[in-house]
């Protein structure tokens, strides 16, 4: 099977960079500081005139849990229908009930909006009660991809579940298990040797860049307080490359 890298990007030049490191397929986002939420279709068109590259696009609508109100569920159907013009190939979603279960009735109207798109669950599988149950009732509404951790803060703490689904995509031919959450390189030589079947990788490759602003004052935060507005977050074409290298040089 294909082995997938795919770089999750919040700028045009976060793009060019996990472009030109080797990705396969673009994660589009903005406000990759607050773990992701809906993007522009105007970014979207920004890459689409310098590449045909495949991009899902994160649909999210605000920080926080995803559990969502049918308001936040009808802006996301006008938001995936606006990149759907705009060229996005695919669309990443996720809703939960209270319980913590697949909100299936929410999700089939986000399905329904995507068309003949491509989808992945996101980490919204990470929160939820029972993973694996969310893995198959994805899969019952067309899902092709889940992206998770394995429930935990990062892939390598999650290597049991991230077993666990594997076991459960190639039993069932079910949904590509998009490994992500702390994955660089070194991760990935790791995992492709202790999860038989991992193939298929989810990165941000983010370095600091420091602000070309001379003039800086302080104590004068425009988010969060405490956060760091003279560093900016980019994807590193050289992070990418090496995630490549290490993907293509695993055992299929």
């Keep these: 099977m294909k082995k997938l890298l795919e770089v999750c990007v919040d700028s045009?030049?976060?793009?060019?960079?996990?472009?030109?490191g080797g990705a396969d397929r673009l994660?589009?986002?903005?406000?990759?500081?607050?773990?992701?939420?809906?993007?522009?279709?105007?970014?979207?068109?920004?890459?689409?005139?310098?590449?045909?590259?495949?991009?899902?696009?994160?649909?999210r609508p605000r920080a926080g849990d995803f559990l969502y109100s049918q308001d936040e569920?009808?802006?996301?159907?006008?938001?995936i229908n606006s990149l759907r013009q705009a060229g996005a190939d695919g669309f990443v979603i996720g809703?939960?009930?209270?319980?913590?279960?697949?909100?299936?009735?929410?999700?089939?109207?986000l399905v329904n909006a995507c068309g003949d798109c491509g989808l992945t669950l996101h980490r919204a599988i990470d929160v939820a009660r029972d993973p694996l149950q969310?893995?198959?009732d994805a899969a019952a509404l067309g899902i092709d991809t889940i992206l998770t951790?394995?429930?935990?803060?990062?892939?390598?703490?999650?290597q049991t579940v991230l077993g666990r689904l594997l076991v459960e995509r190639d039993r069932t031919g079910g949904p590509e298990i998009l490994i992500g959450a702390g994955v660089n390189a070194g991760v990935i030589r790791t995992l492709t040797q202790t999860l038989p079947g991992a193939r298929a990788f989810h990165m941000s490759g983010k370095i600091e860049?420091?602000?070309?602003?001379?003039?800086?004052?302080?104590?004068?935060?425009?988010?969060?307080?405490g956060l760091d507005e003279w560093h900016i977050q980019q994807t590193d074409c050289s992070a990418v490359r090496a995630a490549r290298t290490a993907l293509d040089g695993s055992a299929t």
């Design 12 to 20: 045009l030049a976060s793009a060019r960079a996990a472009i030109a």
């Design 27 to 59: 994660e589009l986002c903005s406000a990759l500081l607050a773990g992701g939420l809906t993007p522009s279709p105007e970014l979207l068109r920004q890459i689409r005139r310098e590449s045909s590259i495949p991009v899902r696009c994160l649909m």
């Design 73 to 79: 569920i009808d802006l996301l159907c006008a938001q």
């Design 95 to 109: 809703c939960l009930t209270a319980e913590g279960d697949l909100d299936r009735c929410a999700m089939h109207q």
């Design 134 to 136: 969310t893995y198959r």
């Design 149 to 158: 951790s394995g429930a935990a803060a990062s892939c390598m703490e999650g």
């Design 209 to 225: 860049r420091e602000s070309g602003m001379k003039f800086r004052r302080e104590g004068v935060p425009m988010g969060l307080p």
